[in-house]
């Protein structure tokens, strides 16, 4: 008994002396490497979440997240405290996510242009995804995926920081630099948007819920 | 316009508890009057949990490394816009100083030829030697013949004179210009 109370006061003392994130980049910034390591493991899962469900693509989301530390790393002194870390880092991840869709809607251009009605017809379905192996879950999150994917570039944004990320509006307003009543108003179209489009699915998402 | 209508875009402050009292109270009125209201209030807070439980991805076991190798290799850009703008800045900053170096030479110059035989390094050797002084060159030719050493002497004498008459201390300064600037080349 005695020794779990000390070991709950030994991890609360350590939780405490959990440097914040503006105290590792501060460190970083005078050429403390590892506390740029410590940046990446406390980053870099939660903002592969954020580009997955923002891009819809998780290599080229990991490939995102590895493009924002690196930018980090390069500018880091770029970064200075009147904002928060988690805010920076984020509108980074965000840009280059943004850049990525539109690079990828060009390229989806350039390809229609060149798509023959021959080549149309020979897209093979995948045969890896049998409907009796796979688990109800796995399809509602896909299917819930793909209408994440299929929403307005800035309603996508706004809804996967607040009901995936967690953040506040706040913290959302300063991301993407927009005023905080247009972020509340996104974020209700965005869920409307997105219950019209999985209204469907609702009998799933109950019996998920259950 | 309906009731669900008119009160769609509060569903969201309504299920975050961000309404303030009163429309509070309209709301969860228009909630009893209103089946459509309900059922698309109750499916947002459904959609809403579940995008909150939905599955996290992880980053690849290899992630750190691939970063760490990214950082490491990816070229530092050379000739990068900032270093493009700093080289070129330099660059016309040497210019201009090359430029004013070369204008204030000229005007130095300019001044020691407007003041005759001053700051002439011969002047000096003159001085400290006659026999190879510009004067004793005239001494050659059809003087030779003649008297060469009253012409010499007297082109001396002449040149010497020359020399004390005029204003010894802008003589001295230019010469003292003149060797400083040649010691700064030596150096």
């Known amino acids: 008994m005695t020794k779990s109370t000390t070991d709950g006061i030994t991890q ?61 790393f390069k500018n880091k002194h770029y970064y200075k405290e009147v904002a928060k870390f988690s805010t920076w880092i984020y509108t980074i991840a965000g840009n280059l996510a943004k850049t990525e869709l539109r690079r990828r809607k060009r390229r989806k251009i350039f390809s229609i242009h060149k798509e023959t009605p021959m080549e149309k017809e020979l897209e093979i379905p995948d045969l890896r995804t049998d409907p009796e192996k796979e688990v109800n879950t796995i399809v509602t999150e896909k299917l819930i995926q793909k209408a994440i994917s299929n929403l307005p570039k800035k309603f996508r944004q706004v809804i996967v920081l607040r009901d995936i990320q967690g953040f506040s509006y706040e913290e959302i307003s300063s991301i993407i630099k927009v005023p905080l009543g247009t972020v509340k108003s996104r974020v209700n179209r965005a869920r409307l948007k997105l219950q019209e489009d999985l209204d469907f699915l609702q009998e799933d998402l109950e019996q998920l819920s259950l | 316009m309906g009731e669900c209508d008119r009160f769609k875009p509060f569903i969201s402050d309504y299920l975050e508890k961000n309404l303030d009292p009163t429309t509070q109270q309209k709301f969860e009125k228009a909630l009893e009057n209103s089946d459509e209201l309900q059922i698309l209030t109750s499916r947002v807070r459904l959609l809403k949990n579940h995008l909150g439980n939905l599955d996290r991805v992880t980053c690849s076991d290899d992630f750190s490394l691939r970063l760490r190798e990214k950082i490491h290799t990816v070229p530092q850009p050379f000739f990068k816009r900032q270093n493009v703008m700093r080289m070129s800045m330099a660059f016309s900053l040497v210019i201009v100083l090359a430029v004013a170096l070369v204008s204030m030479m000229n005007l130095s110059d300019s001044a020691e030829t407007s003041i005759p035989l001053q700051g002439s390094p011969n002047l000096k050797i003159d001085e400290a030697n006659p026999v190879s002084s510009p004067a004793s060159t005239t001494n050659s030719g059809i003087f030779k013949t003649d008297s060469p050493l009253d012409v010499k002497t007297k082109n001396s004498q002449q040149a010497a004179a020359d020399s004390t008459k005029v204003n010894p201390l802008p003589n001295r300064r230019t010469e003292d210009r003149f060797f400083k600037r040649v010691d700064q080349k030596k150096e």
């Not at chain 1, 002396?17 to 740029?36: N, V």
């Not at chain 1, 980053?43 to 530390?69: C, S």
Request: charged share 30%.
């Open chain 1, 12 to 72: 609360n003392t350590q939780a405490a002396k959990q440097p914040t994130d503006e105290e590792l980049i501060a460190r970083f910034q005078k050429g403390d490497a590892y506390a740029f390591d410590l940046l990446v493991k406390r980053y870099k899962d939660p903002l592969l979440n954020f580009t997955y469900r923002f891009i819809g693509d998780l290599v080229e989301a990991e490939d995102i997240v590895q493009e924002t530390f690196y930018r980090v």
